[in-house]
Nanobody, 122 residues
Framework: QVQLVESGGGLVQPGGSLRLSCAAS????????MGWYRQAVGKERELVAA???????NYADSVKGRFTISRDNAKNMVYLQMNSLKPEDTAVYYC????????????????WGQGTQVTVSS
């Protein structure tokens, strides 16, 4: 069994900052890419940022220069530092991991966290 648990969401004023964390635990053999997605009310889920096991990153154009993704491979954790937050960043943020379990070491599987709410409002 594998679990991804996010933390760090909340209410912040425009221009403020938040740091999201996601911990992957359970019967994990290896983790490839990890990332953050978000889904606003009435919209589809979209990629915010992703990072490979080697540290290569990819960002949505809307967050470039404001958000930074990082990971700690030893702890199976991924982080999202969000600065200069805007009201349009309001959404539920989901952690995603592309990983292999100990039971299925040759199969890549996608796992999701339960989501954490980020609200940017004055």
């Amino acid at each position: 069994q594998v679990q991804l648990v996010e933390s760090g969401g909340g209410l912040v004023q425009p221009g403020g900052s938040l740091r999201l964390s996601c911990a992957a635990s359970g019967s994990i053999f290896s983790i490839n890419a990890m990332g953050w997605y978000r889904q606003a009310v009435g919209k589809e889920r979209e990629l915010v940022a992703a990072i490979t096991s080697g540290g290569s990153t990819n960002y949505a154009d809307s967050v470039k220069g404001r958000f930074t993704i990082s990971r700690d491979n030893a702890k199976n954790m991924v982080y999202l530092q969000m600065n200069s937050l805007k009201p349009e960043d309001t959404a539920v943020y989901y952690c995603n991991a592309d990983l292999r379990t100990r039971r299925a070491q040759r199969i890549d599987q996608a796992y999701w966290g339960q989501g954490t709410q980020v609200t940017v409002s004055s």
